[in-house]
């Protein structure tokens, strides 16, 4: 299958900081991802989608101010945290789909923790 | 918006014995069902999908079933292996790259060696 790469697969930093993590499609241009927050053992909540050259679609509840989301290339989305602080800390996934057979797939994910 | 309903939470089975997992959607403009397995600390990875032109769909192990009408479908693993423990995640969605996936709230299957 296609490849998402994801980096870093683990951050941890001090409260108050920035932390940015990349998305990449390997094999495919992205016109769109998605970006997922994940708390232990829940389902996967849909923070916000990406789409390339244009602003991000956020979800209802989601501070777009607090989660920067950039896509400024076919193969790259990063999401950033700004300001971070201890609730922040989560499991932080995207995805991207194919545009031949629209199937989705996932980056390993980032376990951010803030301390 | 769609609403998707998984069961069951959580299974453990036998090695060696099957598995089944059953989802349920509202939007009847869905069309595209993948079903994903995701190991702890990683992100999910996709096992199998089905379409809406399709009742079943087949590979080794794995098989997923559509029931349109009913807006049903499930994931059946047999011959189940210690390392198919994991959770899975059904998810329903339309075949415009644009648009979100909708998942369930996934199953923590565990396989008894």
């Known amino acids: 299958g296609a490849v998402v790469s994801q980096h870093p697969s683990w951050v941890i930093c001090k409260s108050g900081t920035s932390v940015k993590i990349e998305c990449r499609s390997l094999?495919?241009?992205?016109?769109?991802m998605f970006w997922y927050r994940q708390f232990p053992k829940q389902s996967l909540m849909l923070m916000a989608t990406?789409?390339?050259?244009?602003?991000?679609?956020?979800e209802q509840g989601v501070e777009k101010d607090k989660f920067l989301i950039n896509h400024a290339s076919l193969t790259l989305s990063t999401l950033t945290v700004t300001s971070a602080h201890p609730e922040d800390s989560s499991f932080y996934i995207c995805?991207?789909?194919?545009?031949?057979?629209?199937?989705?797939?996932f980056g390993q994910g980032t376990r951010l923790t803030v301390v | 918006g769609e609403n998707v309903e998984q069961h069951p939470s959580t299974l453990s089975v036998q090695e060696g014995d099957s598995a089944v997992i059953k989802c349920t959607y509202s939007?009847?403009?869905?069309?595209?069902f993948p079903w994903y397995k995701q190991e702890l600390g990683k992100g999910p990875q996709l096992i199998i999908d089905?379409?809406?032109?399709?009742g079943e769909k087949k590979d080794q192990r794995i098989a997923v079933t559509l029931n349109k009408t009913a807006k049903h479908f499930s994931l059946h693993i047999t011959e189940t292996q210690p390392e198919d423990s994991a959770v899975y995640f059904c998810?329903?969605?339309?075949?415009?790259?644009?648009?979100?996936?909708?998942f369930g709230t996934g199953t923590s299957l565990t396989v008894i060696p």
């Open positions: 998810a329903a969605s339309t075949s415009n790259t644009g648009n979100q996936f909708y």
């Open positions: 094999d495919f241009q992205a016109t769109t």
């Open positions: 995805s991207a789909r194919t545009p031949m057979n629209t199937e989705a797939f």
């Open positions: 939007d009847s403009a869905s069309n595209y």
């Open positions: 990406s789409n390339e050259g244009s602003k991000a679609t956020y």
């Open positions: 089905i379409r809406s032109n399709v």
